[in-house]
Nanobody, 124 residues
Framework: QVQLAESGGGLVQAGGSLRLSCAAS????????RAWFRQAPGKEREFVAGIGWTSSSTDYADSVKGRFTIRRDNAENAVYLQMNSLKPEDTAVYYC?????????????????WGQGTQVTVSA
């Protein structure tokens, strides 16, 4: 059974950093596109960052470019999101996702597998 599990969320002050991790099990994820999404209360789930299975391609939402970095370790079936210079507007539940195909897709409907989410709260 395929499972994704996020960790690393928490409470941090504005300007601080967090690193989210997503561990995958129950399958081979090396040829799946991996991504992070987030959802704030009352808002739709939005794309944050994505990485192709070769790690040669990445994509970021404009709101996080220059502050967040996505990385994957295929040997560990893991993907990470380093978040620096956090802002209160980054507060949300962060989800990791995996999808079939080489392209990084911003539409969450593309992704077959999802984690349960981890809360990130940034205080002003």
């Amino acid at each position: 059974q395929v499972q994704l599990a996020e960790s690393g969320g928490g409470l941090v002050q504005a300007g601080g950093s967090l690193r989210l991790s997503c561990a995958a099990s129950g399958g081979t994820f090396s040829r799946l596109t991996r991504a992070w999404f987030r959802q704030a209360p009352g808002k739709e789930r939005e794309f944050v960052a994505g990485i192709g299975w070769t790690s040669s391609s990445t994509d970021y939402a404009d709101s996080v470019k220059g502050r967040f970095t996505i990385r994957r370790d295929n040997a560990e079936n893991a993907v990470y999101l380093q978040m620096n210079s956090l802002k209160p507007e980054d507060t949300a539940v962060y989800y990791c996702a995996a999808g079939v195909g080489a392209a990084i897709v911003l539409d969450p409907r593309f992704y077959m597998y999802w984690g349960q989410g981890t809360q990130v709260t940034v205080s002003a």
